[in-house]
């Protein structure tokens, strides 16, 4: 067995690692491409019986400073034919049969039967499980699909319900869940009960990018306009980690991780939680498949610092250091203390507790580090957050 060996549903793994569904695994060409690299899976990019005409341009993108933030996208979805994919995937299962093939299938909310020949379709092109596309924010939810059908409980049900009870359909049903809903755990534990097998979460955050203020076009400007779409990338990984949370603490089925993994660490904290696998797109588009070798060599390096010898020595293991707030030790006390010798003397730290703190730190003198008056620190850690110089920590009282 190898290190990274991961067994998910059943199904023994190469690497905790697959490409979610989005452009990279547009084409089976494409998806090919990445298994050659190395990657353990790929959502295949969600199939739908309509035509799929894309604007231009459709891709936007916040920084801070030089560093991506996060990314938003009004793609929408696979422009190849359902029948394209599966004579592609065929081809692809024949190559590689150590790989996981997810499908990804949209239909309307009501056309039960679309959604089952579509489920079908993937089944008997080889592929291994398919994700109901519940959640995609752009396009199809002003339609009654997408991410409104992941908002209504009861439609979204009665899909999985139906697909299930399709005897010829015997492949896994995995939803893809969106983050745009008040209680990400109620739905899940709904479709849980119509029978879901799994869930991924989640897909991209619907947003509005804002303008650019020279010209005062939107950002991602079609012409002139622009509308809501998916934000996605390393903005919006605590929300995915809070949904898959929600998830794994209120039903008993599997979870793909997806949303803002950018880098191994990142992965490896959906794994911390208890995901099965890691999805990752935004990720992929900006640095390609060779990515994952990063992956694995960040994986391996913090496998061998905690003496892990497998994923799944640590899979799940953060869970048990999560709790309701009124479970927090509300006894539990620390103070700031400046380190004299790194500081130096910004005075950032007094602004930031005069004004957004608790006015414990002032200035004594030009020429020696702030002082942190110990009665009147809470222990907030603002000014360990805002030092630019690492010279703040916090210590146990
Ligand atoms: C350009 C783009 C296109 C996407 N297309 C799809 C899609 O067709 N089906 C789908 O289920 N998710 C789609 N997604 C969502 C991704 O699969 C993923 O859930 C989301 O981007 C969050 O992961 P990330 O932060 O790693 O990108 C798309 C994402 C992007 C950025």
New binding site residues.
Partial sequence: MNRFDVLFMGRPLINPFIL????PTATPAMIERAFEAGWAGAVI??LIDEPVRNLSNR?GINKIGNRMYA?K?I?L??ELSPNEWFSGVVNLKKKFPDRLIVG?IMADARDFDGWKRLALGCQEAGMDMV?L?F??PNGYPERGKGCAIGQNEIIASEIVRNIKSDHRITLPIIP?LTPNITDIAFIGEELAKAGADAFCA???VPSFLGFDLSTLNPKVNVNGYSTSG?Y??PG?KPIALRCVYELVSSSSIPVMG????MTAEDAIEFLLLGTGVV?????V?FEGYPLIHKLLSGLQEFMYRHGFETVADFQGKGLQRIKHFYQLDITFKTNAIIDPETCKLCGKCVISCRDGGYQAISIMSDDICPYIDPVKCVGCSLCVHICPFDAIHMEKN
């Fill in positions: 979610a569904s989005a452009p990019k969600t891709f990314f996208n793609e979805l696979s990804s994700e596309n959640s995609c893809k989640i897909n991209t998916g996605s990338g919006i997806c949303g803002g993994c999805q990752l797109a935004t990720a588009m």
